[in-house]
């Protein structure tokens, strides 16, 4: 009998030693660490997660048993907050649930998609192919209103919340609610005020964009080029030109003065050589730019050159002949400082 006794102690003991031990395995603290971020990567294995988790843990093989006991091999992709103190429980039920967090999405002065794409894709899990792809989706361009030379414009810079596994698609689906939401009635109604659409706004805001670098003085030159637009003049804007050289003779190529061989290019975005707007931005318009295109400053200014005196700042001109001169005082001042090309 007092054998029984010690056998069924034993087999007790043992239930609550395992019991313990399951308890201590699943709810003791195991995270060291203070507040911090991880991301888990699109089709993480367990054991990258293992590899992701180990700076954060006190024990791994406590976090590994503790998965087999609650059958865990597969996190949600995602970015999630680690806090010290955190039990494998807590730890695993969040990965499991996929208890995300939200991210700021930032971007700005991207002038290319790819480039644009490439920025993305440090921000959220999709990578620079993916998301390229998406933003080049033919269908999706024509069926909203866009073509593949001002589709860039469907992007407006700013800082957007989203969950760092957001897809290619979902994030070109964001942008375009976004680019909805900015143009409301009130800014289409602005634009057309000025005689353009949404797209045409865009388009010349992004050569504002490229002139100043003063925000003070985007209205007075938005204004300067609707009025050239208004009476049929060409735009003969330097940045167009700029940017037309670099597509064909390369990106980085750096001018810093604008010659006839420049201005000489054949290319839709030459603006010396055709009227009108180019078919698309020459870059990525920030809000402040459209903001001076749907706000321009009224004025009878036809012309402007940079202002040596002042750098970044330009001289307004009404007249063609005033305009020459000051043109020509700014070429001697480059000829000055040996800036010949």
């Not at 760092?164 to 942008?175: E, V």
């Not at 057309?192 to 010349?204: F, M, R, Y």
């Not at 001076?292 to 004025?299: D, I, R, S």
């Not at 307004?316 to 001169?325: A, D, G, I, T, Y």
Request: with cysteine.
């Amino acid at each position: 009998m007092k054998k029984k006794y010690i056998i069924a102690l034993v087999f007790i003991l043992g239930i609550f030693s395992g019991v313990y031990l399951m308890n201590k395995t699943l709810y003791a603290p195991n995270v060291s660490t203070k507040k911090t971020y991880i991301d888990i990567p699109d089709k993480t294995d367990f054991d990258t997660l293992i590899q992701i988790l180990s700076p954060y843990l006190k024990s791994k093989p406590s976090f590994k048993l503790a998965s087999k006991i609650k059958r865990f091999s597969k996190p949600k992709t995602g970015r999630y907050l680690l806090k010290k103190g955190m039990s494998n429980n807590e730890l695993i039920n969040m990965l499991r649930i996929g208890k995300r967090l939200e991210v700021n999405v930032t971007f700005n002065n991207k002038n290319y998609l790819d480039d644009l794409a490439g920025a993305i894709s440090r921000q959220i899990a999709p990578d620079s192919l993916s998301l390229l792809q998406a933003m080049r989706d033919k269908n999706f361009i024509r069926e909203n209103g866009f073509t593949k030379d001002n589709t860039l414009l469907m992007y407006i810079p700013n800082t957007y919340r989203m969950y760092y596994n957001t897809g290619a698609k979902q994030f070109r689906k964001k942008m375009l609610d976004e680019y909805h939401k900015f143009w409301n009635d009130k800014r289409i109604a602005l634009a057309k005020k000025q005689g353009l659409t949404p797209v045409e706004a865009g388009i010349l805001a992004s050569i504002i964009q490229k002139e100043s670098t003063k925000t003070s003085e985007l209205p007075r030159i938005a204004g300067v080029y609707l009025n050239r637009l208004k009476k049929g003049m060409l735009l003969q804007a330097d940045p167009t030109v700029v940017y037309a050289y670099q597509q064909k003779h390369g990106r980085d190529l750096v001018i810093k003065r604008v010659l006839n061989k420049h201005k000489d290019i054949e290319s839709p975005y030459n603006t010396y050589k055709h009227t009108g707007l180019p078919p698309g931005p020459i870059c990525m318009p920030d809000i402040q730019s459209i903001k001076a295109v749907l706000h321009p400053e009224k004025h009878h200014y036809y012309y402007f050159v940079a202002d040596f005196d002042k750098p970044g700042y330009h001289i307004f001109s009404k007249s063609l002949s005033e305009h020459n001169r000051h043109a020509q005082n700014y070429h001697t001042h480059l000829n000055r400082n040996k800036i010949y090309h």
